[in-house]
């Protein structure tokens, strides 16, 4: 079983930036690939970043590719999510889910991911 825990969401006004950590334990050997994702009241769970566990490779979503950053650091098994220059339609529940899919092709959708954390909420004042 893999184990993640997202931090550092908050309340932020429009034009800031905000860097939110998910951090690994378990079995992190079974990991391939840690992903974010976030869901906003009444919309479906929707993919923004994803990085490979080993060579660190990213994929971004066409929505907020340029302003969000994906970055791992592997002494913490951490993976953090860089967001600039927010709006206030960016406010939503943030999750990091773990994949142990090899092909990056997957790592665009949810049903291709094994674990997920609770979550952390965005809000986004303008």
């Known amino acids: 079983q893999v184990q993640l825990v997202e931090s550092g969401g908050g309340l932020v006004q429009a034009g800031t930036s905000l860097n939110i950590s998910c951090v690994a334990s378990g079995r992190t050997s079974n990991i391939r690939a840690i992903g974010w994702f976030r869901q906003a009241p009444g919309k479906e769970r929707e993919f923004q970043a994803a990085?490979?566990?080993?060579?660190?490779?990213?994929y971004y979503s066409d929505s907020t590719k340029g302003r969000f950053f994906i970055s791992r650091d592997n002494g913490e098994n951490t993976v953090y999510l860089q967001m600039n220059n927010l709006k206030p339609e960016d406010t939503a529940l943030y999750y990091c889910?773990?994949?142990?899919?090899?092909?990056?092709?997957?790592?665009?959708?949810?049903?291709?991911?094994?674990?997920w954390g609770q979550g952390t909420q965005v809000t986004v004042s303008s």
């Open positions: 889910a773990a994949s142990r899919l090899q092909s990056s092709q997957m790592y665009y959708y949810q049903r291709y991911y094994d674990y």
């Open positions: 990085i490979k566990w080993i060579n660190h490779n990213t």
